[in-house]
């Protein structure tokens, strides 16, 4: 028997996205971003979100279908992201994801969306070694798991205790002016930098911050760092080396990050970690976590930068895991959950 095939849906936040999946291999990916509709307003406007994804489902999923050189009928199962996420955007997939899952009288997965950007690496570099390490770096959260089983056993063992990684990098990058989503424009601008010019604080990293928050992150330190330091800048009449502080700025998150995540592997006796959320796309954060890596003897799993950012894929992906795993199907009364704890694979 062939391995099952499964639609992903995810609608989480600014992007309308779905992925066919034949088990672990991808077959379509096809996202629709209202990025643009938010960029002028310095985030994402929940309501713009909701409607941009109710606008571009059924175009999305029917793209998906066509480049997968599948009939929907052939589907074997839904899975569709139930949460975290703003609440508006999470119903327009999830109705999506029900109404085809009733239609088509096929099962509905409902999969936990930071799950997806842990689980996503598999399309890539095959099946996950158990137990692994998972650094998780998006824009709403910031945590390092131990993965036992990515379909029934993840612990979260760290997160950020203010902002997470990404939610700094775009506060960092309107300071900087740099405009919206920040990340990618941070990581461009850090290339022309020196990230040795300006020593911003590494969050919860002293000696006694370790005893209780070993494994957690706080970035609120380093972006207000950032912000007296521009001002500084600018009250003295001298211009913001906008490059310098960029480098500089990445370089403190990247190295604290790099080195808890190290850490962690090392205390759980863990020998893979595997890189996931829109900041894994972080090209400073890649190298760094490489580099340490192989001096730690740990080996590193990190997907593409497409596949780090929301996508559909991720979603079918974890919905593969759950049906090879058994796990039983969601209900077609589940809700979407807009604060799902990351140990909640599925609902
Ligand atoms: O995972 P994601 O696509 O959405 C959430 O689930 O939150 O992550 C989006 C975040 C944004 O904060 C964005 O600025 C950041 O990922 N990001 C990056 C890069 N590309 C995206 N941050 C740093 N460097 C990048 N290259
Ligand atoms: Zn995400």
Redesign the pocket.
Known sequence: MSDPLILGIES??DETAVGIVRGLTLLSNEVASSVDEHARYGGVVPEIASRAHLEAMWPTLTRAVDKAGIDLSEVDAIAVTAGPGLMGALVVGLSAAKALAYVLNKPLYGVN?LIG?VGVDVLEHGPLPKPSMALLV????TSILRVDDIATDVTEIGSTIDDAA??A??KVARLLGLGY????L??RMAAEGDPQAIAFPRGLSTRRDLIRHRFDFSFSGAKTAVARWVELCRRDGKEVPVADVAASFQEAVADVLTAKAVDACQTHEIDTILLG???A???RLRSLLAERCEQAGIAVRQPR?GL???NGAMIAAVGAHLVAAGVSPSSLDISADSSLPVSRVSV
């Open positions: 989480s936040c969306h950007h998006s824009g709403g959260h990404g939610e990098y775009d989503p920040g990340g990618p941070i990581d959320g829109g900041v796309a972080n090209s930068p780090c950012t929301d």
